[in-house]
């Protein structure tokens, strides 16, 4: 079974960046779609963009477009999501997914967390002056 780990959050200031990863030990990356998702205190878990299998096409939340960009590294076996301009709301544990393409939503931020499967553990994010 697909397994996926995610890496490289940690605390930064607001205006920094960060950049996290996605990874799997067993299984290539360049058979499935990569999904980032968030979840900050008390509130539910929300998309925050998709990287098709082939990494030609990517998707992403309104909140976060022109801030973040999720690309995948082959060579790797990994899918990064690189957050620039960060600011105190994008707080919370991110989250990398899988599903075998990226669906379509008017907004990732509304995607369907039940349309991706091999969930990681998270890793947390902390956005704080």
């Known amino acids: 079974q697909l397994q996926l780990v995610e890496s490289g959050g940690g605390l930064v200031r607001p205006g920094g960046s960060l950049r996290l990863s996605c990874t799997s030990s067993e299984f290539s990356l360049d058979h499935y779609a990569v999904g980032w998702f968030r979840q900050a205190p008390g509130k539910a878990r929300e998309g925050v963009g998709c990287?098709?299998?082939?990494?030609?096409?990517?998707h992403s939340a309104a909140s976060v477009q022109g801030r973040f960009t999720i690309s995948k590294d082959d060579a790797k076996n990994t899918v990064h999501l690189q957050m620039d301009s960060l600011k105190p709301e994008d707080t919370g544990v991110y989250y990398c997914a899988a599903a075998r393409i990226c669906p379509y939503y008017s907004d990732y931020a509304r995607a369907d967390t039940t349309d991706f499967g091999s969930w990681g553990q998270g890793t947390q994010v902390t956005v704080s002056s």
């Open positions: 990287i098709s299998y082939s990494g030609t096409m990517t």
